[in-house]
């Protein structure tokens, strides 16, 4: 059997569609069913629905098979497209996505299933460093752990005397991950967060547990490592000390000459040249990642850092690298490091925490004031405290980001209030650039703070403490956590407005920037014009004069005669295109003199009543005396 196209201009032959009988045990709404056998009942279309296409349905093979529909011209004929116009997204080979990922898949990860209920099994591997503290009012016990470790540390019954647990850790692995899930049921839904490292910020609220998404800013210096001599054999010690020095001084001379020479800040290198999207490229032999006391922070794998400049970036990997060398901290030697942390908060008064690279940044301040039975940390034994200390160290953290960027921007504005040139513009957008996603990542975490204030218990801060191992209350924001959680809304605030007020001050010092190169435009062009006005007759007056006339006595006389007439055609020519601008400077001079003459009497007045004063008190501590 076989079908013609409609159309007049084109026919298409579709294949033929066999004739079988379609049959269906149950009855459906809109068909009646007619005898068609014993053994083979058949479902008919009811044709008073004129517009409903043709369904019969086979279930003789298999009662419970899926309903299959005919063939039909309307179903079998292909489009009248071309074949290279769409694409289907995994065609797509230049933007990346989640390695087993589809539109439409199965959301979540089954910490369960070894293959967490996904086609591909997660590659996420990683040496983690997980600290396991448990502690109570009189008690602490810490225990340092890696990956095999931590999986048969959780099958072990938590001791009776634990009243909280905090387990930290530093890296993410498949492994830990799934034997956290399975330790406290960890939502999967949850569990897919952790994997995803492009998530807001945000608090979920489950059946036994909170979870919390957060991002972590801080700054990471890169020092120069002057250690590449060690290798140098014991023989050639001597000479390889000396090469070195004059090595060191002809590259020291080098830098000062293209300072002076520049006029510019030599740039330090940035950690463009070490970090690569999704690989692990070797740090730079004379450079890497170092500790700083002051707000800087101790880095885990400097290799798998990311940038701002690389977090939640675009597929543009060409920008990305650009904004990276040229950022606004490049030519300190700074970069801002950029991680997502994820938290639980779990119904039997446990936290855990996972870190990317920074755990050990939070950790050691908490640690100390663990370690002290007085703190209110260790005697509340809350595992919602140990979560808002958690969220204030990160924080605080970022603190020191939006320092350094005032500092840069108070440095380049002295350059524009002295000598601004386009380049300060360009280095002004990228600042606003940076303060702008910065800002996009800490703005949300204001609304995670209220959200988890949201959520304080109806009960006492003495009822709370005696229920904050009970799973069947849920997870518990006590009111001593409410209380310092306004702490740390606090800071978030400090830090936003402190972004806002740099963005703000770098948007004005654009704007200035244009403004006064533009006024120096005019300045110049007034100044071009004015020459132009005054050598205006002269160069009439020269073209009149040098005409070749048959019989011109005056040029055949002094020179004197051309200035006798050049010099009052230029006096009067001034006076009448120039007018306004005079007589303008000479209304701004005499408001000037009265101005200054009405401040002088004031200052003089003020000198007089001065010295009255003064005269006055001389005569009194006389008498007195």
């Known amino acids: 059997m076989s079908h013609r196209s409609s159309d007049s201009s084109?026919?298409?032959?579709?294949?033929?569609?066999?004739?079988?009988?379609?049959?269906?045990?149950?009855?459906?709404?809109?068909?009646?069913?007619?005898?068609?056998?014993?053994?083979?009942?058949?479902?008919?279309?009811?044709?008073?629905?004129?517009?409903?296409?043709?369904?019969?349905?086979?279930?003789?093979a298999n009662p419970q098979a899926v309903p299959r529909f005919p063939l039909s011209p309307s179903s079998v004929r292909r489009r009248m497209t071309r074949s290279n116009t769409f694409r289907t997204l995994e065609e797509f080979e230049d933007f990346e996505t989640q390695p087993g990922w589809k539109p439409g898949a199965e959301p979540g990860i089954d910490p369960l299933k070894p293959d967490g209920g996904q086609e591909a099994v997660p590659s996420l591997q990683a040496?983690?460093?997980?600290?396991?503290?448990?502690?109570?009012?009189?008690?602490?016990?810490?225990?340092?752990?890696?990956?095999?470790?931590?999986?048969?540390?959780?099958?072990?019954?938590?001791?009776?005397?634990?009243?909280?647990?905090?387990?930290?850790?530093?890296?993410?692995?498949?492994?830990?991950?799934?034997?956290?899930?399975?330790?406290?049921?960890?939502?999967?839904?949850?569990?897919?967060?952790?994997?995803?490292?492009?998530?807001?910020?945000?608090?979920?609220?489950?059946?036994?547990?909170?979870?919390?998404?957060?991002?972590?800013?801080?700054?990471?210096?890169?020092?120069?490592?002057?250690?590449?001599?060690?290798?140098?054999?014991?023989?050639?010690?001597?000479?390889?000390?000396?090469?070195?020095?004059?090595?060191?001084?002809?590259?020291?001379?080098?830098?000062?000459?293209?300072r002076w020479f520049s006029r510019k800040k030599v740039e330090h290198p940035t950690a463009a040249a070490m970090l690569e999207s999704g690989t692990q490229p070797p740090l730079s032999r004379n450079h890497s990642f170092k500790h700083q006391a002051t707000g800087f922070s101790d880095t885990f794998n400097p290799n798998t850092l990311c940038t701002l400049q690389r977090y939640h970036a675009s597929f543009n990997s060409a920008r990305t690298e650009y904004m990276e060398k040229h950022s606004s901290l490049a030519?300190?030697?700074?970069?801002?490091?950029?991680?997502?942390?994820?938290?639980?908060?779990?119904?039997?008064?446990?936290?855990?925490?996972?870190?990317?690279?920074?755990?050990?940044?939070?950790?050691?301040?908490?640690?100390?004031?663990?370690?002290?039975?007085?703190?209110?940390?260790?005697?509340?034994?809350?595992?919602?405290?140990?979560?808002?200390?958690?969220?204030?160290?990160?924080?605080?953290?970022?603190?020191?980001?939006?320092?350094?960027?005032?500092?840069?921007?108070?440095?380049?504005?002295?350059?524009?209030?002295?000598?601004?040139?386009?380049?300060?513009?360009?280095?002004?957008?990228?600042?606003?650039?940076?303060?702008?996603?910065i800002f996009n990542l800490f703005n949300p975490i204001q609304t995670l703070v209220n959200a988890l204030r949201d959520h304080k218990t109806k009960l006492s801060q003495e009822a709370a403490t005696k229920e904050l191992q009970n799973p069947l209350r849920g997870v518990i924001i006590s009111p001593m956590t409410y209380t310092y959680l306004g702490d740390v809304y606090d800071h978030c605030l400090l830090i936003t407005e402190d972004l806002k007020s740099t963005k703000e001050s770098a948007n004005h010092m654009i704007d200035l920037i244009f403004n006064t190169i533009a006024t120096y435009q005019n300045e110049s062009i007034k100044q071009l014009t004015n020459v132009t006005i005054l050598f205006l007759p002269m160069t009439f007056l020269t073209g009149y004069f040098g005409q070749n006339f048959q019989d011109f006595g005056a040029i055949q006389g002094s020179v004197n005669f051309f200035w006798y007439i050049a010099i009052p055609v230029a006096i009067a020519t001034i006076l009448v295109i120039l007018r306004e601008t005079i007589y303008e400077t000479l209304v701004r001079f005499l408001q000037r003199r009265h101005i200054i003459g009405i401040r002088k009497r004031r200052e003089k007045k003020r000198a007089e009543a001065k010295s009255r004063r003064r005269s006055q008190q001389g005569g009194q501590s006389r008498f007195e005396s």
């Not at 700054?219 to 001597?238: A, F, I, K, Q, Y």
């Not at 050990?360 to 140990?386: F, G, Y």
């Not at 350094?404 to 360009?426: N, R």
């Open 10 to 60: 084109a026919t298409e032959k579709f294949p033929d569609v066999p004739d079988h009988d379609y049959t269906a045990s149950p009855s459906l709404p809109g068909y009646a069913a007619t005898a068609g056998g014993p053994s083979s009942p058949t479902v008919t279309r009811d044709w008073s629905q004129a517009h409903r296409p043709s369904v019969n349905l086979d279930t003789t």
């Open 127 to 258: 040496d983690c460093q997980i600290t396991v503290v448990d502690f109570s009012q009189e008690d602490l016990q810490v225990h340092e752990l890696d990956n095999n470790q931590l999986i048969e540390f959780v099958k072990q019954p938590q001791p009776s005397w634990v009243k909280c647990r905090w387990i930290n850790v530093n890296g993410l692995s498949w492994d830990v991950i799934q034997a956290l899930g399975q330790y406290k049921d960890l939502h999967r839904l949850a569990i897919e967060d952790i994997m995803n490292s492009r998530n807001r910020p945000k608090a979920d609220w489950y059946t036994n547990h909170a979870f919390i998404i957060l991002t972590c800013q801080k700054l990471v210096r890169l020092l120069e490592d002057d250690s590449s001599s060690d290798d140098e054999s014991d023989d050639d010690s001597v000479r390889s000390v000396r090469s070195s020095k004059s090595h060191s001084s002809v590259k020291s001379t080098a830098k000062k000459f293209r």
């Open 331 to 437: 030519s300190r030697g700074l970069a801002v490091m950029v991680e997502q942390v994820a938290m639980f908060i779990t119904s039997d008064n446990t936290v855990i925490a996972f870190f990317e690279q920074s755990a050990d940044d939070v950790e050691k301040p908490i640690l100390d004031r663990l370690a002290s039975p007085a703190t209110i940390l260790r005697q509340s034994c809350d595992a919602s405290m140990v979560a808002q200390a958690i969220i204030d160290a990160i924080i605080d953290m970022a603190i020191p980001v939006t320092w350094c960027y005032a500092d840069v921007l108070g440095d380049l504005e002295l350059d524009v209030l002295t000598h601004p040139t386009i380049q300060h513009t360009k280095n002004l957008y990228i600042i606003i650039t940076e303060i702008n996603k």
